[in-house]
């Protein structure tokens, strides 16, 4: 069974990077010849009506978010290639259930960009004192992509401050027999881990992302143009491809902490949701590795981009879950 998961996963991530060739090699100069401004001055996106932008210096940086609603919190962590704004469609719904709290991870958008610290315990760490900041001991959490990861991280940590956990269409550092063969298949893990690789983006951050996002995307055209245009300024700011590439540069770190972590399987609910085109083949499998209470949704006709690809099943998983329902 997980021998024929993991040639599905090969053959994917082959079928991805070929289709993104095709579709690169269709593109006109004008489509790829200009890169996003950097300008500071250009604010972030803003989110909707019952939310605000804040900032709090904790873990000795400083982490922009968002926060909207009312009730028991909830984390949503965002992964590479979008910061907080991967949320958007679905804040108005989630606030009507709970306070919600969208972070910018450290690295990227308005949140601090230092030289360490990209290890996913450190930066779990940063929005555990993120939550304690606002006056919350516990709360449910939701991670995708480089979120997974982080999101994890904090569960392990603080166990007993997680009240549920959903780990959204990556898989983790370290876990096998999953994690190698993977690691091996994903070009962009080696591109991004580089060193020089940030310096090579940077400046160029649109024609890079909007080239990466269909790999291991399958709904063409996902992204709105307010989407695109918001990630895009979120990786233009100045520090943002380093502290983005140095997530993927942490892996072998995080590797080590995640089989440490793994000796003591999470006890919250665990909702492990995969696009049907990409994570669904394998995760549920992988999150029963680290975790006791593991229930699955595979999120149809989707690709990596899950909340952008089938934003409507995103939500009702993710509130169902998250409400008991």
Request: hydrophobic share 45%; proline share 5%.
């Amino acid at each position: 069974m997980i021998r024929k998961q993991l040639l599905s996963i090969i053959f994917m991530l082959m079928l991805f990077a070929a289709c993104t060739n095709d579709q690169a090699s269709s593109k006109t100069s004008s489509d790829t010849a200009t890169a996003a401004s950097s300008d500071p001055a250009v604010p972030p996106a803003s989110p909707p009506a019952n939310f605000k932008h804040m900032t709090a210096k904790v873990n000795g940086v400083n982490i922009h978010y968002v926060i909207g609603g009312s009730g028991e919190p909830l984390v949503l962590i965002h992964g590479f290639g979008q910061n907080w704004y991967m949320w958007n469609r679905l804040l108005p719904e989630f606030s009507k259930h709970f306070t919600v709290i969208a972070p910018d991870l450290r690295g990227v958008g308005e949140s601090d960009k230092p030289d360490s610290g990209y290890d996913k315990k450190t930066m779990a760490k940063d929005i555990h004192e993120l939550v304690r900041s606002l006056g919350f001991q516990s709360a449910s959490v939701a991670g995708h992509d480089i979120g997974l990861m982080v999101a994890y991280a904090y569960a392990a940590q603080f166990p007993g401050e997680v009240k549920k956990l959903a780990l959204m269409d990556a898989l983790l550092p370290g876990i096998e027999p999953v994690w190698t063969q993977v690691k091996n298949s994903a070009w962009w893990f080696g591109f991004f881990a580089f060193p020089a690789s940030s310096e090579l983006v940077a400046g160029k951050e649109k024609l890079f992302l909007t080239n990466f996002w269909p790999v291991v995307g399958h709904v063409h055209n996902a992204f709105t143009a307010d989407e695109t245009n918001e990630f895009v300024r979120a990786y233009s700011v100045r520090g943002a491809t380093y502290g983005a590439f140095h997530w993927f540069a942490a892996f072998n770190q995080d590797a080590i902490d995640n089989v440490a972590f793994m000796k003591k399987k999470l006890p919250m609910p665990l909702l492990a949701l995969g696009g049907e085109y990409f994570g669904a083949a394998f995760l549920v499998d992988h999150c029963k590795l680290v975790a006791d209470h593991v229930s699955g949704a595979n999120i149809k006709g989707s690709g990596h981009w899950v909340v952008q690809e089938n934003t409507a099943q995103v939500q009702k998983d993710l509130v169902d879950f998250f409400t008991g329902k």
